[in-house]
Nanobody, 122 residues
């Protein structure tokens, strides 16, 4: 499967962005899908996940501000980001896990999108 993430940009603190991830090559409906992010000089960190069954989990740093959703019929996944803060500035990646259940480590994801830059100004 090939993943492509898009929708990033520059936004002021308190603003919103919606990221999307489109998959091609085959369906991703059987696998957990996640968003990760990587800020300059930091390790890539898990942000949010949605399992094949539709269960959702968020990192504590984004819960109540971000909303993940997947649309298996369209082979797409979104991340609605509200109340953005400068600390959310990072390159955001979508990824497909090697299982249908929640996975939190980057090593358990076999397919990655190319990343989309999100910059939040103060």
């Amino acid at each position: 499967v090939q993943l492509q993430a898009f929708g990033g940009g520059l936004v002021q603190a308190g603003g919103s962005l919606r990221l999307s991830c489109a998959a091609s090559g085959r369906t991703f409906s059987r696998y957990v899908m996640s968003w990760f992010r990587q800020a300059p000089g930091k390790q890539r960190e898990w942000v949010a996940a949605v399992t094949s069954g539709g269960s959702i989990d968020y990192a504590r740093s984004v819960e109540d501000r971000f909303t993940i959703s997947r649309h298996n019929a369209r082979n797409t996944m979104d991340l609605q980001m509200n109340s953005l803060q400068p600390k959310d500035t990072a390159v955001y990646y979508c990824a497909e896990g090697r299982s249908s259940r929640f996975l939190y480590s980057t090593t358990l994801y076999g397919h990655w999108g190319q990343g989309t830059q999100v910059t939040v100004s103060s």
